[in-house]
Nanobody
């Protein structure tokens, strides 16, 4: 059974940093796309960042470019999201996602087959 378990969320002041982790189990995702999405209260789940398998591009949504960085450690079957210079509008539940078959990163929710349970990130003023 495949599981994605996020960690690293919490409460942080604006301008601060957090690093989210997503540990996968049940299968290896080293060759496949993984991503981060977020959902704020009353809003739809939106794309944040995605990373390809062993080779290929990474993507970050415009609002986080220069502040967030997605990375992966295939030996640990884990993907990370380093979040710096956090803003109030970054407050959301952050979800990790992984594709069963797609190797190239995607910004589209429908291209991901597995999802974590989410981790809350709250940015305060």
């Amino acid at each position: 059974q495949v599981q994605l378990v996020e960690s690293g969320g919490g409460l942080v002041q604006a301008g601060g940093s957090l690093r989210l982790s997503c540990a996968a189990s049940g299968r290896t995702f080293s060759n496949y796309a993984m991503g981060w999405f977020r959902q704020a209260p009353g809003k739809e789940r939106e794309f944040v960042a995605a990373i390809s398998g062993s080779f290929g591009p990474t993507y970050h949504t415009d609002s986080v470019k220069g502040r967030f960085t997605i990375s992966r450690d295939n030996a640990k079957n884990t993907v990370y999201l380093q979040m710096n210079s956090l803003k109030l509008e970054d407050t959301a539940v952050y979800y990790c996602a992984a594709s069963k078959t797609r190797m190239v990163a995607s910004t589209l929710r429908n291209n991901y087959d597995y999802w974590g349970q989410g981790t809350q990130v709250t940015v305060s003023s």
